[in-house]
């Protein structure tokens, strides 16, 4: 049974056991939402049942004094001074991580108890929640340089692909399009459900520049034009089109190929 912290003091935590009862009694109320409502039950019911339930219980709260249960005008013997701590001491049921890696575990842990709890209530409005979160705890583990994408002939390709790449890419993403209409651009990225933190529209076909300028260092397009220039520190992936692969092979001119 595992236990971690969830909050930067380290005196507050959550743990397997009590994550399990809790799923345990989130699995009878929705039954009984489905018994008696002919539905499960939303997310903001699930909490309203939860806050109705606490009231009566006597939590800890925030900032609570211990109960005092000494005599009065006693004095505890061999008091240590406040906030005291042994030497060398570790912290309790630490959890071993790779400090280089600088992974919470408190917000993992936790997120992922969330995702089995979004898709219990409600398939179609906990999927997305669950992709979120997903997407968060991909982003808190890995760590990658600015991603750059190519709009046209290599989105609109493969939409579902981006969608999810751009989604969970723990790096910077950028959309480099040669188009002029930017509002038209971002509509388009958009409708396919592709998240960018930046839409470049690039003033010519060679894009080198722009990937220097911004410091993309991966970079997804389907044309040679836009691909001969690149810094060789920068790894590119082709997609592959009616516009140029034909009949088993590539499309290339003398300009952007060289037969071998």
Known sequence: MGWWAINDMGDMVNGDAPADYMNEAIDKVIETYEQHQGRKPFEEELQAVFNYCCGPHNLTTFNAEPENTEPENTEPENTEPENAEPENAEPVNAEPVNADANVDLGVIYPALR?????????????????????????????????????????????????????????????????????????????????????????????????????????????????????????????????????????????????QL
Request: overall charge negative; aromatic content about 12%; proline content about 3%.
């Open 114 to 258: 969330q995702i089995k709890r979004f898709l219990a209530v409600n398939r179609q409005y906990g999927l997305e929640r669950a992709r979120d979160c997903v997407a968060d705890i991909n982003k808190s583990i890995f760590d990658a340089g600015p991603l750059g994408i190519d709009l046209d002939g290599t989105i609109d390709e493969a939409p579902e692909f981006f969608s999810m790449l751009t989604k969970i890419w723990p790096g910077f993403v950028y959309i480099v399009t040669y188009r002029r209409d930017y509002e038209k651009a971002c509509n388009d990225i958009k409708s396919h459900g592709v998240h960018a933190d930046r839409v470049i529209l690039a003033d010519k076909l060679d894009k080198s520049s722009i990937i220097k300028e911004y410091g993309i260092k991966y970079y997804i397009d389907d044309m040679d034009e836009c691909l001969i220039n690149m810094p060789e520190d920068v790894t590119v992936f082709k997609i592959r089109n009616g516009g140029n692969f034909d009949d088993g092979k590539w499309l290339y001119s003398n300009i952007t190929g060289r």
